[in-house]
């Protein structure tokens, strides 16, 4: 069970101090934070774990009482009043909108100075590797991600996401390295991630221009692979859109 409780402080107008804060910083996270740090609701939020892993949403941030005021803009045609303000209409931000309306939030607002993925999602390289972690929040979240892009956006959205699982292999090139993958296959098989550990010949064989000289073992996911970004943002914006989401760019 997690619990968080956010006290009032002031009221302000998150148009305009978005619009200065985008005038100041290059940063979308630096944004993010100060809008969050600026804007403290009075609300509390509940989200509890059932025992078939779907996740409840028990909170009163729906409540008219606690919503942001906005300036009206007719220009943008923005809202008069809104629960959550989402700074950024990258890969992140369409995530963290989707995924606040999948739980059941309600008048999510997401700003975009400019375009979706016009920040540094279009040049991001897009891997998607589930090996390589020993926490299981972590590699839980690996999981998710692949499913996520791979099925259920595809399936909820009709958009693909560019995903393509032409495989992953990280390479062991000293003895101390190998023993710590040798742990992290060890752990990630556990939480359901099918690792091979690879001979060096093996990894030429999958890899031909690879130099093996060096290597000791090669650690292998068959349906790791690699997304288009700039395709996900997309289906994560249909998929928060679908669910209401107001998306908004050039404010």
């Known amino acids: 069970m997690w619990k968080h409780t956010l006290n009032p402080s002031y009221r302000f107008n998150a148009i305009s101090h978005y619009r200065s804060l985008c005038k ?9 934070n100060r809008l969050l740090f600026k804007y403290r ?5 509940t989200i509890s774990s059932s025992n078939n892993n779907n996740n409840t949403i028990n909170n009163d941030v729906n409540n008219d009482k606690h919503k942001i005021n ?8 923005l809202p008069s009043k809104v629960n959550v303000i989402v700074a950024g209409g990258g890969i992140i931000g369409t995530s963290v909108a989707y995924h606040l309306a999948k739980l059941g939030v309600e008048d999510v607002l997401l700003l975009e100075r400019d375009k979706l993925t016009s920040g540094t999602t279009w040049h991001a390289a897009g891997l998607i590797n589930t090996f390589g972690s020993l926490s299981g929040t972590s590699t839980s979240m690996r999981m998710y991600t692949k499913e996520l892009y791979s099925k259920i956006l595809p399936k909820e959205t009709g958009m693909e996401t560019g995903f393509k699982p032409i495989g992953f292999i990280e390479l062991a090139c000293d003895a101390h390295r190998l023993e710590y993958y040798r742990r992290i296959a060890s ?5 359901g991630v099918n690792v091979i550990e690879l001979t060096p010949q093996d990894v030429q064989t999958k890899f031909p221009l690879l130099d093996t000289t060096n290597v000791l073992a090669g650690f292998y996911v068959e349906d790791d692979g690699r997304v288009n970004p700039h395709d996900v943002t997309m289906a994560l914006a249909k998929g928060a859109r679908d669910r209401g989401v107001m998306i908004r760019e050039g404010v």
């Open 70 to 77: 906005l300036k009206k803009n007719s220009k943008n045609n």
């Open 187 to 191: 752990f990630n098989r556990f939480c």
């Open 24 to 32: 100041k910083s290059t940063s979308r996270s630096s944004i993010a």
């Open 41 to 45: 609701a009075s609300s509390t939020r």
